[in-house]
Nanobody, 122 residues
Framework: QVQLVESGGGLVQPGGSLRLSCAAS???????IGWFRQAPGKEREGVSC????????YYADSVKGRFTISLDKSKKTVYLQMHSLKAEDTAVYYC????????????????WGQGTQVTVSS
């Protein structure tokens, strides 16, 4: 059974940092693992993804230089380190796996976790 479990969300002040984790089980890591987010009233958007085979990474322009995605194959866990957080980063963050043509298009990912809430507020 494919399972992705996110953790690490919470409340953080603007300028702060958080590290999200996505633990995978029930399948062999392959293709891409991505992080996505959805704010209230907005569509789900791609944040970052990593290609399992070689570790190549992709980022949305809005998070470049602030977020870093990484993969620990031995733990089957993908991380999203977030720095310099802004109020507009507030959203539910999801991880997903798939073999996308468009790397950050959520429609091209098939298996999803349940999400973890990130709130950036003073």
């Amino acid at each position: 059974q494919v399972q992705l479990v996110e953790s690490g969300g919470g409340l953080v002040q603007p300028g702060g940092s958080l590290r999200l984790s996505c633990a995978a089980s029930g399948f062999t890591l392959d293709y891409y693992i991505g992080w996505f987010r959805q704010a209230p009233g907005k569509e789900r958007e791609g944040v970052s993804c990593i290609r399992v085979s070689d570790g190549r990474t992709y980022y949305a322009d809005s998070v470049k230089g602030r977020f870093t995605i990484s993969l620990d194959k031995s733990k089957k866990t993908v991380y999203l380190q977030m720095h310099s957080l802004k109020a507009e980063d507030t959203a539910v963050y999801y991880c997903a796996t798939g073999n996308p043509f468009h790397y950050l298009d959520p429609r091209e990912y098939g298996y999803w976790g349940q999400g973890t809430q990130v709130t950036v507020s003073s």
